[in-house]
T-cell receptor
Framework: SAVISQKPSRDICQRGTSLTIQCQVD?????MFWYRQQPGQSLTLIAT?????????ESGFVIDKFPISRPNLTFSTLTVSNMSPEDSSIYLC??????????FGPGTRLLVL | GQQVMQIPQYQHVQEGEDFTTYCNSS?????IQWYKQRPGGHPVFLIQ?????EVKKQKRLTFQFGEAKKNSSLHITATQTTDVGTYFC???????????FGTGTRLTIIP
């Protein structure tokens, strides 16, 4: 496993603004993923963050709304753009080393007013 | 990927009672993983099952993978307050590292 940190841990934002969430790992990882977890719900995969290339988005998620960067093997960012109250959620990054098991960061709790 | 359904959605048990959650898929699974998420926390990996009929134990937790590899279960014996949380199963797709999480079972313990 590894130490995974996310910033910010929580935020309250106004609608129409954007928030960038950072995910930092203390060792190089093969895969990095971004999930959304709405209150009381399961985890939904937003996208796979690919190092040095565009992220791979799941159905229902688009790059204009959730731009993702992954400049190296230890760091990724997810931006939630033009936020609305429906974007209020927990955003989680996870990592794996190619063995399918995923390890999660502590999450970013976002409230959009 | 195909959704995996879990039952029950919620379970309230008296401390010391047993607890079981079931995970069901309409398609054959390459493997199944189980995660636990404490209230206010993030999912933590518990175990991965790969073989048909596989049974694995972790102290009071017993994990089973069905013979047809379409279902799995997690059984906790003599629950304790530390078992509180939501238990998720998750499937990966053949040759793909992405996970599809089950709907989850939220366990609460009455002391």
């Amino acid at each position: 496993s590894a130490v995974i940190s996310q910033k910010p841990s929580r935020d309250i934002c106004q609608r129409g603004t954007s928030l960038t969430i950072q995910c930092q790992v203390d060792s190089q990882v093969t895969m990095m993923f971004w999930y959304r977890q709405q209150p009381g719900q399961s985890l939904t995969l937003i996208a796979t963050a690919n190092q040095g290339s565009e992220a791979t988005y799941e159905s229902g998620f688009v790059i204009d709304k959730f731009p993702i960067s992954r400049p190296n093997l230890t760091f990724s960012t997810l931006t939630v753009s033009n936020m609305s109250p429906e974007d209020s959620s927990i955003y989680l990054c996870s990592v794996s080393w190619g063995r399918e098991t995923q390890y999660f960061g502590p999450g970013t709790r976002l409230l959009v007013l | 990927g195909q959704q995996v359904m879990q039952i029950p959605q919620y379970q309230h048990v008296q401390e010391g009672e047993d607890f079981t959650t079931y995970c069901n898929s309409s398609t054959t699974l390459s493997n199944i993983q189980w995660y636990k998420q404490r209230p206010g926390g993030h999912p933590v990996f518990l175990i991965q099952l790969v073989k048909s009929g596989e049974v694995k134990k972790q102290k009071r937790l017993t994990f089973q993978f069905g013979e047809a590899k379409k279902n799995s279960s997690l059984h906790i014996t003599a629950t304790q307050t530390t078992d509180v949380g939501t238990y998720f199963c998750a499937r990966s797709n053949f040759g793909n590292e992405k996970l599809t999480f089950g709907t989850g079972t939220r366990l609460t313990i009455i002391p």
